[in-house]
């Protein structure tokens, strides 16, 4: 009796030629991309560190306790020493606090400021030549409440009834240079006017005919 023999068949589907694998192509190594992503990952990690390192360095800074009229001349008792953060912003030191009260203000400073180089100047032009100082006593309603130095004032020729005259405006933009005590009684200022015009102030101020105006936008 004969037995058949039957053909061995290959178990995984494929025979021959068509059961060899491609060939992969070996990956491509990109050292400089590598490396780059290395030096930015050192990068950010040496920024941060800085930063943190900077955030922590302090410098003595001038802060100012008064306001500071334009062109009026800085005082001991308006400086304050204080340590902030150095941000690289032009903070005057403290230990140029001699030399800042040699300067006059170049712009109104007001209570809180930092104070930087641009805003004094070594010479006032409010009180250089040209100007002249012009106390005032003035009564009631003959100026506003709660001036201050610094602020800026019409002073205004108000004549006496009777005289015939009319209201007229001697100084449009007046400095206050100083406020002293007032009451009741009305109060003494002391303003910076041009040198023609302080005579007839003067002249008008002696017979009580002399009264200002704020200008609270002028500051």
Request: no cysteine.
């Amino acid at each position: 009796m004969r037995t058949s023999e039957k053909p061995a068949v290959n178990t995984a589907g494929l025979s021959g030629p068509a059961s060899r694998k491609l060939p992969v192509p070996p990956r491509e190594r990109k050292p400089a991309l590598a490396a780059l992503a290395v030096l930015l990952i050192l990068g950010g990690a040496l920024a941060t560190t800085l930063l943190v390192l900077r955030s922590g360095d302090r410098v003595s800074a001038i802060r100012i306790t008064e306001q500071i009229g334009a062109g009026q001349r800085f005082t001991a008792a308006a400086l304050e020493e204080v340590q902030v953060a150095d941000t690289g912003v032009d903070f005057v030191s403290w230990s140029q606090r001699e030399q800042v009260l040699k300067s006059f203000a170049a712009v109104t400073i007001l209570p809180g400021t930092l104070l930087t180089n641009a805003m004094g100047v070594k010479e006032s032009a409010e009180l250089g030549p040209g100007k002249a100082k012009v106390g005032l006593a003035l009564k009631p309603g003959q100026l506003p409440a709660g001036l201050r130095a610094g602020d800026r004032v019409q002073v205004v020729y108000v004549p006496n009834r009777g005289s015939g005259d009319d209201s007229r405006v001697l100084a449009q933009s007046a400095l206050v240079h100083h406020v002293g005590d007032g009451g009741r009684s009305g109060g003494q200022i002391t303003v910076i006017v041009d040198s023609e015009v302080s005579p007839v102030v003067l002249r008008h101020a002696s017979s009580g005919e002399i009264a200002v105006a704020e200008l609270p936008g002028a500051r």
